[in-house]
């Protein structure tokens, strides 16, 4: 998963978790755990899925047992359950990333108790939701594992839903631009030399699909990126490209910074269809 901010039972905008369900009368050991999947959506707007947070399902307020999770700019898993949906980058002073980081292998482990009726509960729904600001996380690979009271874990399901690319979260248009194969792995932009006043980068180079249009753009903050040539206050960044620099098959750019200088900047590839 990447860069979730929310988990429950009945799921909410941006991560993995449980569904809504009821206690149970009773229930055996042996307990055969029977799961259809769900539809799998995806949107290309922001915020599509924030009114699906929940704040009132059976992970709501839980505190994980866990393990693997990067909590780098304030990431933390108790934001899976805490029912809102993240907003933007430092959106929240004193809370960068309002979600979680995963690596691969990372588990959570939420104890739902026994419930009212003292057998624990009937798990009727699961919802998932993945999101990540302007960059295009979107993609969601996790598996489920339930256990009854006094029983052992059984695979409840696996998730695999790659819409934007496999593996390194890069959209299938992105992919079209660079000339690579969205089952593969592809490194995306490579930083290069950097300057004063410029920041010099490459990319892999394809033949762009008749429909679809390509650009760079720039951001100070991963959370407003802007068309080369747009300007913030009193700053510019232009971007020039040099097709087969250094080599066949690979574009160098150089994005150079006109005006006031930046403490940070932030380059991304954006690919629209007309």
Do not use: C
């Not at 009726?117 to 489920?144: H, L, M, R």
């Not at 250094?246 to 932030?266: C, D, M, N, R, Y």
């Amino acid at each position: 998963m990447a860069g979730p901010d929310e988990n429950h039972p009945t799921r909410s905008a941006e991560s993995a978790g449980f569904g809504t369900g009821s206690s149970y009368a009773g229930i055996a050991d042996d307990t055969t755990w029977n799961f259809t999947a769900a539809d799998e959506t995806f949107s290309a707007t922001q915020f599509a899925y924030s009114g699906n947070v929940s704040a009132a399902d059976l992970l709501h307020g839980l505190t994980p047992v866990t393990t693997g999770w990067n909590t780098t700019n304030q990431g933390s898993p108790l934001e899976l359950t805490d029912g809102i949906h993240g907003g933007a980058f430092q959106a929240v002073p004193g809370d960068q990333v309002q979600g979680a980081w995963t690596t691969v292998g990372a588990t959570a482990t939420y104890n739902l108790g026994t419930g009212p009726g003292g057998a624990g509960y009937n798990i009727t729904s699961v919802q998932s939701i993945a999101d990540w600001a302007n960059v295009g996380f979107g993609n969601q690979a996790w598996t489920i594992e339930v256990k009854p009271v006094g029983g052992s874990y059984s695979t409840l399901a696996t998730v695999n839903y790659q819409p934007l690319g496999v593996g390194d979260g890069i959209q299938n248009g992105v992919e079209n631009f660079f000339g690579s194969d969205p089952g593969e792995f592809n490194r995306g932009l490579v930083a290069g030399a950097k300057t004063v006043n410029t920041f010099t980068f490459t990319n892999s180079q394809g033949t762009l699909a008749a429909d679809l249009s390509a650009s760079y753009r720039w951001s100070t903050d991963l959370a407003t990126f802007r068309a080369g040539g747009a300007s913030n206050g009193s700053t510019t960044v232009q971007f020039t490209t040099q097709p087969d620099t250094p080599a066949l098959g690979i574009t160098t750019v150089t994005a150079t910074v006109i005006g006031a200088a930046l403490e940070k900047l932030f380059v991304t590839a954006s690919v629209t269809q007309n």
